[in-house]
C-alpha cells in the first residue's frame, strides 16, 4: 500500500473531507552512485567554508541572496521563518473553472486524492464531491500547505477519484517576447501541404505506445554490463541540415506517412523512424551491438 505524502481536510465550502495525498507518478529512472573511478569507492558530499577550509556541520551554514552589483543580503533561518506560509491541514477550494481554460503549461505535478477514515460521512462526503464535479465537468482551484510551501491547486476527476496537481502562479511563466516567431507565414500550398502532413500523422491518444527509449537503452547498457560485454558509443549523427526545397520535403514526408513510395524515400520504412525507435526494435530483436550502432546502422541491422 502506498505511503501517503500529506494528510488532511479538503474545504468546500463548510463541508470538509479527510484526504490523504498521493503522488501520481513514479520514478523510474536509473540511478547511480559517484565512486572514485580509481578504487570505486563511493563519493561523500561534505560542505567547506571555502575561507576556513574546513566542513561545517549543517547547524552553522546560514543562507545568503545575490543582489545586482554583486552585493549579498544574509538571511538568518529567523528571518525564513517570520514568512513562511501558515502551517494548515487544510486543501480549501476558492474557485471552479472550465478545464479548456486552463493552459497546460501552468500544471506541474500530479496527485491522487484518497479519503481517510474508516466512518460512513466522510467517505459519503467524498463521493458527493466526485461525483458533483463529475457533472459540473470543472475544476476546483485552491491552495494548501505541504512541507514548508504553499502551493496553488487544482482538482479534478479521474478514474472515479479526485485528482490533485499543483500549479505554477502566473508570474513564474515566462513572456515569449523576444522568442523569434519564424518570420513571414508560408505560402498556401506549403501549409496546405503541412496540414495534409498533420491530418496523415493524426491518430489516437494511447500512452502505452510511448516508451522512454532513453531509459530502456540505459536498462540494456546496465543487463550488457552485468554480464561482462563491452559497450561503444554510437557514433554520433549531423544535425540534419535544413530541407533545400521545403515543398519536396513536405510532399516526401506526406508520401511517407501514407506508405507510398516516392524518390529518395523508402516508402516510410525503417529509414522513416527515429533512432530511438529502431533501436526499440533492435532490442527486441536482440540485435547485437546495437547500442553502439548509428541509425543507419540500426536499419541496415533491423533490414537484413
Same mark, same amino acid.
Given at each position: 500500500m502506498a505511503r501517503p505524502l500529506w494528510t488532511g481536510s479538503l474545504s468546500f465550502g463548510l463541508v470538509n473531507v479527510p484526504v490523504a495525498?498521493?503522488? @501520481?507518478?513514479?520514478? +523510474?529512472?536509473?540511478h547511480f552512485h559517484q565512486l572514485h573511478e580509481k578504487d570505486t569507492a563511493r563519493i561523500?558530499? *561534505?560542505?567547506?567554508?571555502?575561507?576556513?577550509?574546513?566542513?561545517?556541520?549543517l547547524e552553522e551554514i546560514g543562507h545568503a541572496y545575490d543582489l545586482d552589483g554583486g552585493k549579498t543580503v544574509i538571511v538568518t533561518d529567523e528571518d525564513l521563518e517570520a514568512v513562511a506560509p501558515r502551517k494548515t491541514r487544510t486543501i480549501d477550494i476558492e474557485a471552479f473553472v472550465d478545464l479548456a481554460e486552463i493552459d497546460p503549461v501552468y500544471f506541474d505535478h500530479p496527485y491522487f486524492l484518497a479519503p481517510t477514515g474508516?466512518?460512513?460521512?466522510?467517505?459519503? @462526503?467524498?463521493?458527493? +464531491?466526485?461525483?458533483?464535479?463529475?457533472?459540473?465537468?470543472?475544476?476546483?482551484?485552491?491552495?494548501?500547505?505541504? *512541507?514548508?510551501k504553499e502551493y496553488l491547486v487544482a482538482i479534478q476527476v479521474r478514474d472515479d477519484r479526485l485528482a490533485l496537481t499543483t500549479m505554477r502562479f502566473?508570474?513564474?511563466i515566462r513572456s515569449t517576447s523576444g522568442i523569434d516567431t519564424g518570420g513571414k507565414k508560408p505560402s498556401k500550398q506549403q501549409l496546405?501541404?503541412?496540414?495534409?502532413?498533420?491530418?496523415?500523422?493524426?491518430?489516437?491518444?494511447?500512452?502505452?505506445?510511448?516508451?522512454d527509449c532513453y531509459r530502456a537503452r540505459l536498462e540494456d547498457v546496465v543487463d550488457r554490463k552485468r554480464k561482462g560485454k563491452r559497450i561503444?558509443?554510437?557514433?554520433?549523427?549531423?544535425e540534419p541540415a535544413p530541407a533545400p526545397d521545403l515543398m519536396a520535403a513536405l510532399e516526401r514526408s506526406l508520401a511517407a506517412a501514407k506508405g507510398k513510395p516516392t524518390a529518395g524515400s523508402d516508402g516510410g520504412g525503417l529509414a522513416a523512424l527515429s533512432r530511438d525507435e529502431l533501436y526499440e526494435r533492435a532490442q527486441k530483436e536482440d540485435v547485437p551491438g546495437r547500442s553502439s550502432m548509428s541509425k543507419d546502422e540500426l536499419v541496415d541491422a533491423l533490414g537484413s
Amino acid at each position: 500500500m502506498a505511503r501517503p505524502l500529506w494528510t488532511g481536510s479538503l474545504s468546500f465550502g463548510l463541508v470538509n473531507v479527510p484526504v490523504a495525498l498521493y503522488s @501520481a507518478v513514479g520514478d +523510474l529512472d536509473l540511478h547511480f552512485h559517484q565512486l572514485h573511478e580509481k578504487d570505486t569507492a563511493r563519493i561523500d558530499t *561534505r560542505r567547506f567554508c571555502e575561507q576556513e577550509d574546513k566542513e561545517i556541520p549543517l547547524e552553522e551554514i546560514g543562507h545568503a541572496y545575490d543582489l545586482d552589483g554583486g552585493k549579498t543580503v544574509i538571511v538568518t533561518d529567523e528571518d525564513l521563518e517570520a514568512v513562511a506560509p501558515r502551517k494548515t491541514r487544510t486543501i480549501d477550494i476558492e474557485a471552479f473553472v472550465d478545464l479548456a481554460e486552463i493552459d497546460p503549461v501552468y500544471f506541474d505535478h500530479p496527485y491522487f486524492l484518497a479519503p481517510t477514515g474508516d466512518s460512513e460521512g466522510p467517505r459519503r @462526503a467524498y463521493q458527493l +464531491l466526485v461525483e458533483a464535479m463529475r457533472r459540473s465537468d470543472g475544476v476546483a482551484l485552491g491552495r494548501f500547505v505541504m *512541507r514548508t510551501k504553499e502551493y496553488l491547486v487544482a482538482i479534478q476527476v479521474r478514474d472515479d477519484r479526485l485528482a490533485l496537481t499543483t500549479m505554477r502562479f502566473a508570474d513564474e511563466i515566462r513572456s515569449t517576447s523576444g522568442i523569434d516567431t519564424g518570420g513571414k507565414k508560408p505560402s498556401k500550398q506549403q501549409l496546405d501541404q503541412a496540414v495534409a502532413l498533420v491530418e496523415a500523422l493524426s491518430t489516437d491518444w494511447d500512452p502505452s505506445a510511448w516508451k522512454d527509449c532513453y531509459r530502456a537503452r540505459l536498462e540494456d547498457v546496465v543487463d550488457r554490463k552485468r554480464k561482462g560485454k563491452r559497450i561503444s558509443a554510437p557514433k554520433q549523427e549531423k544535425e540534419p541540415a535544413p530541407a533545400p526545397d521545403l515543398m519536396a520535403a513536405l510532399e516526401r514526408s506526406l508520401a511517407a506517412a501514407k506508405g507510398k513510395p516516392t524518390a529518395g524515400s523508402d516508402g516510410g520504412g525503417l529509414a522513416a523512424l527515429s533512432r530511438d525507435e529502431l533501436y526499440e526494435r533492435a532490442q527486441k530483436e536482440d540485435v547485437p551491438g546495437r547500442s553502439s550502432m548509428s541509425k543507419d546502422e540500426l536499419v541496415d541491422a533491423l533490414g537484413s
